[in-house]
């Protein structure tokens, strides 16, 4: 229940924000999934994105991973707020609060976990408003969340670094409340 009220608050954020005037939205999609070749794993994020300032924003990535070995599914979903200090390029971000779902054939019902997770970018806005934006996430970067040894247990390729590569578009200036 302590869940859907916190999902709940944060969509009323967003929501809300969404209707102000002019705000910008993006939207973008991780290219390092390239690495499930070699890596006997899919690792692909999306991830919505909505500016509360010019310099803060809200960001929800959505997480899916798949083992081919152990054949554990891993759904993730977290809340998260941006600072781009200089309102473009480099940026730092923390989340908030972070679900972890995880699931296979051979579980009654699907595992809940907490975490945590820092990134740090940079964004390079070319053509317009499409955008590129490496950056690293360092899960559970205090080690303050016991589940993660646990989901490494069922989960072997959830690392506590991983680098993405987003590719994304930012829709400028929406101005539909208002």
């Not at 209707?19 to 939205?25: D, L, M, P």
């Not at 989960?155 to 590569?165: A, E, H, I, M, V």
């Amino acid at each position: 229940m302590r869940h859907f009220f916190i999902i709940l608050l944060f969509l009323i954020i967003l929501i809300t924000n969404i209707y102000a005037y002019e705000t910008n939205i993006g939207i973008s999609i991780d290219l390092s999934t390239i690495d499930a070749i070699w890596n006997n794993s899919l690792y692909t994020r999306i991830r919505f994105e909505t500016n509360l300032t010019k310099e803060l924003a809200l960001v929800i990535p959505f997480t899916y991973c798949y083992d081919f070995k152990t054949r554990y599914s891993l759904l993730s979903m977290s809340f998260d707020i941006y600072y781009h200090p200089l309102i473009y390029g480099p940026f730092i971000g923390l989340s908030i609060y972070n679900f972890i779902w995880l699931f296979s054939n051979e579980l009654i019902k699907p595992l809940l976990f907490s975490s945590s997770e820092l990134t740090i970018g940079y964004t390079w806005f070319f053509y317009k408003d499409l955008f590129i934006e490496p950056s690293l996430i360092i899960r559970n970067p205090c080690n303050a969340y016991k589940d993660f040894k646990e989901i490494q247990k069922y989960f072997s390729k959830y690392s506590k670094l991983r680098f993405q590569l987003l590719f994304g578009y930012s829709f400028k200036k929406l101005n539909i409340g208002g």
